[in-house]
């Protein structure tokens, strides 16, 4: 091979390496240009409230108001929710959320505290609905198997929606928890923190390329104070980010 031919060869061959080098940064600036206009959904704190509800019998405080709209007594708020807030930069849609905890573990604790108090108080779980047996304290059913699931149709990026989307929280969660809480309250003998239960949520939804994203956030319950003979909640919700 003649000195000519040998740089001629070198010559393409460092043209192949270049147009390879190419390809591969423009490739990586595609990617990163599509990662960075994916959805990005978070769930933010809530400190809030609980009292007993004004359109139920009974003094479980059930009833959970976010603390800035607590000065308003008359508000009547039938479901809690958190802000759902979209931090990416594209769109997420068809959000299906999917809710679950230790429900029948929660039960089992309020039945026993409340036996261990003598509170007349009893909780029941059959076919999916949770039933509160109570002459005193009031009765009623909450349906967990319809509260399981949640579709939302969108949530957009948080430069165009000021807003956040609510997430509404179970209502047989915040049921149980605040039971719990009222039992406990009644246990003068117990010195040992309660352990509360975290809620999941499991978010399955669609960016704007149809491209299907799971988000995991465990959701947990900070009790700041609680008493007025178990009247009262004051707390915060708090969620972590799981997948």
């Not at 595609?30 to 400190?47: D, F, G, K």
């Not at 008359?74 to 999917?98: H, Q, R, Y």
């Amino acid at each position: 091979m003649t000195i000519d031919q040998i740089i001629a060869l070198s010559a393409s061959v460092g043209a192949f390496m270049s147009a390879i080098a190419t390809f591969l940064t423009v490739k990586q600036m595609s990617h990163q240009r599509q990662a960075s206009y994916l959805p990005e959904l978070v769930l933010s704190r809530t400190i809030f409230e609980g009292i007993p509800s004004p359109i139920a019998a009974g003094p479980i405080p059930s009833h959970w108001v976010p603390k800035p709209s607590v000065e308003s007594k008359t508000e009547v708020m039938p479901f809690f929710s958190l802000p759902l807030t979209n931090v990416g930069l594209g769109a997420a849609k068809d959000i299906s959320v999917t809710w679950s905890f230790p429900i029948e573990q929660v039960i089992r604790q309020i039945n026993d505290l409340a036996q261990k108090t003598l509170t007349p108080l009893y909780f029941v779980l059959e076919d999916g609905a949770v039933t509160i047996k109570s002459e005193s304290l009031g009765g009623g059913t909450s349906f967990w198997k319809n509260q399981q699931k949640e579709t939302l149709n969108y949530v957009l990026p948080a430069s165009v929606q000021k807003e956040p989307a609510p997430l509404k929280i179970p209502h047989v969660y915040v049921l149980l928890t605040s039971a719990l809480l009222f039992v406990s309250s009644k246990d003068k003998g117990s010195k040992s923190a309660l352990s509360i239960p975290q809620l999941v949520a499991r978010l399955d939804y669609r960016d704007i390329g149809n491209k299907a994203h799971t988000t995991v956030f465990e959701i947990s319950l900070q009790v700041i104070a609680y008493g007025g003979d178990g009247g009262f909640i004051h707390g915060y919700l708090e969620s972590k980010k799981c997948a």
